[in-house]
């Protein structure tokens, strides 16, 4: 069973001061990877998009990210 993230207790107002959500976001799909953009830019969220797991691996060896949305069947 998968784990489930709760951002209740996280600040995602985009007028709030304060260092946003950093988000990896991985998906082979270029459609899927804008509608979720889209999502987490309405709430302030700072997205690094890439469109494969090696590609992800480099992102996340190379920067911090709170949270790593990943495409399971790549």
């Known amino acids: 069973m998968?784990?489930?993230l709760s951002l209740q207790n996280q600040n995602l107002d985009p007028d709030a001061p304060g260092t946003?959500?950093?988000?990896l976001l991985a998906d082979d799909h270029p459609t899927n990877r804008t509608v979720?953009?889209?999502i987490l830019g309405v709430v302030?969220?700072?997205v690094v998009s890439?469109?494969?797991g090696a590609q992800?691996?480099?992102?996340?060896?190379?920067?911090?990210?709170?949270?790593?949305?990943?495409?399971?069947?790549?």
Do not use: N
């Open 2 to 4: 998968g784990s489930v």
């Open 20 to 23: 946003p959500l950093r988000v």
């Open 36 to 38: 979720v953009e889209m």
């Open 44 to 46: 302030g969220a700072e």
């Open 50 to 52: 890439v469109e494969d």
């Open 56 to 74: 992800a691996v480099d992102a996340f060896k190379a920067q911090s990210f709170d949270v790593v949305l990943m495409d399971v069947q790549m």
